[in-house]
C-alpha cells in the first residue's frame, strides 16, 4: 500500500526557512515523479516543485524559483523541500504527491493519483 507522510511544517517570519520531508513508502516503481503542491484558505492547490526520482529532472513554478529547492533521500526513500527566503504568501497547507509515471505537466495536480496528508505552513510578516 502505498503511503506518503509529511513532516516539518510550522510558522516562521519572512525571510525565514523551513524544511518539509515526504516519507514514501509501498511504491513497486524504481522510478517516479514526487511534486510538492499548496493550497491557501480560498485558491486551487498549485503545483510547487516537482522531480523525477531516479534522474533528478525538477520543475519549479516560477513564484519559489531561486527560493525553494526539490531533492531526494535515496537513503531514507524521502523527499525533501528546502524553503529559503519565505514570503507571507507562501502560507498554505503542502501536500506530497507521487506517482510512478506521468502523462505530462508535473507541476498538475490532477495528474498525480497518491497524495500525503498535508502539512500547515504559516509565514508571518
Known amino acids: 500500500q502505498v503511503q506518503l507522510v509529511e513532516s516539518g511544517g510550522g510558522s516562521v517570519q519572512a525571510g525565514g526557512s523551513l524544511r518539509l520531508s515526504c516519507a514514501a513508502s509501498?511504491?513497486?516503481?524504481?522510478?517516479?515523479?514526487m511534486g510538492w503542491f499548496r493550497q491557501a484558505p480560498g485558491k486551487e492547490r498549485e503545483g510547487v516543485a516537482a522531480?523525477?526520482?531516479?534522474?533528478?529532472?525538477?520543475y519549479y513554478a516560477d513564484s519559489v524559483k531561486g527560493r525553494f529547492t526539490i531533492s531526494q533521500d535515496y537513503l531514507l526513500n524521502t523527499g525533501i523541500l528546502q524553503m529559503n527566503t519565505l514570503k507571507p504568501e507562501d502560507t498554505a497547507v503542502y501536500y506530497c504527491?507521487?506517482?510512478?509515471?506521468?502523462?505530462?505537466?508535473?507541476?498538475?495536480?490532477?495528474?498525480?493519483?497518491?497524495w500525503g496528508q498535508g502539512t500547515q505552513v504559516t509565514v508571518s510578516s
Open positions: 504527491a507521487a506517482n510512478c509515471a506521468l502523462s505530462e505537466a508535473p507541476l498538475n495536480p490532477t495528474n498525480y493519483a497518491n
Open positions: 509501498g511504491f513497486t516503481c524504481r522510478r517516479r515523479w
Open positions: 522531480v523525477y526520482v531516479g534522474v533528478d529532472t525538477s
